[in-house]
């Protein structure tokens, strides 16, 4: 899916926000993350109450493959496809799913600081500091070598 499409599929929804992710876009209005627009589809956010919805119509939550085992991310459900052709239809989904991520946008948690530690006050450093003045009378004469030309040797 391309960038114009996915506007013009929300365009009853009203303005979008898409930002790129993984192998697609990540879709939000006001700030909040809604819908991810991948390979494999179109993923509206779901919650406890909008997940009989996605199940109604036959959807499932997203998956992705690892090596060893298959992910399934609850908190997004593929939208059914028939809603492609019908954008007010869309716009009605989209909004429920946009009300599922402002829903569980306060349980996230806070991200945990680490314990700060009682540092040493910094030390101010000397903002004019002087650089001693070198003697003029002190200096160091170089003396350039004579490059001694090199006798030839020559065999006769």
């Not at 006001?30 to 919805?53: C, K, M, S, V, W």
Request: net charge positive; with cysteine; charged share 30%.
């Amino acid at each position: 899916m391309d960038r114009e499409f996915l506007i013009d599929l929300f365009a009853d929804f009203g303005p979008v926000t898409l930002r790129r992710m993984f192998s697609g876009y990540g879709i939000s209005a006001d700030g909040t993350n809604f819908a991810l627009a991948l390979r494999a589809g179109l993923y509206f956010r779901a919650d406890e109450e909008t997940i009989p919805q996605f199940e109604a119509e036959g959807c499932g939550p997203f998956q992705y493959q690892t090596r060893s085992k298959t992910v399934t991310v609850n908190s997004y459900w593929q939208l059914p496809a028939r809603l492609f052709d019908d954008s007010e239809e869309l716009a009605v989904w989209a909004r429920s799913a946009l009300g599922a991520a402002q829903r569980a946008a306060p349980r996230k948690r806070p991200r945990k600081r680490p314990a700060t530690r009682k540092t040493k006050a910094p030390t101010k450093k000397a903002a004019n500091k002087k650089v001693p003045a070198k003697k003029s009378g002190a200096r160091k004469l170089s003396v350039k070598k004579k490059r001694v030309p090199r006798k030839r040797s020559s065999s006769l």
